[in-house]
């Protein structure tokens, strides 16, 4: 991270009215940044949190506190601060620690993954979570090489004549393979090129390959747009309700990339099996074609059955539902 990153992400973290003090020990106790032999690391903290003031940048605000000294916090986050606290009208804090009244409960990125599995199902598509920490060689470097979640789509084909007809020419185009790389928001042209740029080195093997985040910032959709149209990785926004999830740009069709598909069944034993579940319900006479799609259904991610669940599902997570404009 740059400095200005690592502020940001404390400020995210946080997720309260705090001052420059918390924010470098916060930076520090997640190791952010490293300041190296710089003496006064609280006097540059300070001074790149006044930066967003006197720039102008919308994503962070402050108030003034005991007359003369600033908290400050992120603009979205404003909604869940203490009134009281931003007009003025009571201190934030008595002395340099966190400011919080009450923890605020959010969601995370993994409970995300039961709504775009059953956003998917809903268009036929299976979907499995490949979990990076179950892969072999267990460095940061892991998360470029495979996606959060793949996808399978099988070719409706009618009758068994043209099944056959196809699957003697062509195995591979009946099924389509899919990689999704998600996110829980991107709010910054800076998130997004990152989070793109990851969705594309984690799909390069597959068929389509997209960008997933919950929240995306209104003012990137030229530049989603622009990346979607000379990259081809599509990019859904998931809704708390995953029927109501969108494709804002729909992913660009490539061949497969087998070598690459090789490496990641060495590489991840859950994407491996996912191959080999693929196989054998492609290469199952028709009396155990049933079973075998029974089998990949069961080992793939779990979906929701009713909207019952997925209300009481949003609840438990913390995902919260998106206000209409």
Known sequence: ????????????????????????????????????????????????????????????????????????????NEHKIDLEIISGETNPTDDVKVISKKKIETYDERSLHKLLSSFLKNTDTYSKTIFHEHSNGKDYNQIWTHPDMVGVKFLNLQTKASQSLLKSINRVDTFKLSAYELKREINSDSELKKAYFQAVSNSSWSNYGYLVAFEFSDNLYDEMERLNQSFGIGIIELDANPYQSKILFPAKYRDLDFKTIDKLCNMNKEFEKFIVQIEKLLSASDKYVLGAEKELDEFCDMYFMNDTEVEEYCIEKYIPKKVEE
């Open 1 to 76: 991270m740059t400095l200005k990153e690592a502020v940001l992400k404390s400020l995210e973290d946080i997720n309260d009215v705090t001052n420059y003090w918390s924010v470098l020990e916060h930076i520090n106790a997640n190791n952010y940044y490293d300041f190296g032999d710089a003496k006064t690391p609280g006097s540059t903290i300070s001074a790149v949190l006044g930066d967003f003031i006197r720039n102008g940048d919308s994503r962070v605000k402050r108030i003034k506190q005991n007359g003369s000294t600033y908290s400050y916090y992120l603009t979205k």
